[in-house]
């Protein structure tokens, strides 16, 4: 590996929604910075695999699906 190339990896605290603190290794800032989350990681569907239908009535994911209908994906 290259000397002086690479990021810092340190600790910080994630403070979650519900208000817990988990310690994870991290480059975000500097070490014990704590880093708020806007988003539950427990319900997002980016993290729980997307099982959530998406709405969209007549918006650009159904103009999507009827440019590429005959594509077959």
């Known amino acids: 590996m290259k000397k002086d190339i690479h990021p810092d990896y340190h600790f910080i605290d ?13 480059t975000y ?7 708020s989350l806007d988003i539950d990681p427990s319900a997002h569907p980016a993290w729980t695999g997307g099982n959530t ?3 969209d009535t007549g918006g650009r994911v159904s103009k999507f699906k ?8």
């Not at 800032?29 to 880093?35: C, F, I, P, S």
């Open 14 to 26: 994630v403070k979650m929604t519900n208000g817990d603190i988990v310690k994870m290794r991290s």
């Open 29 to 35: 800032g500097e070490e014990d910075t704590v880093l």
């Open 53 to 55: 239908r998406l709405m």
């Open 66 to 73: 009827n440019k590429y209908d005959g594509f077959g994906f």
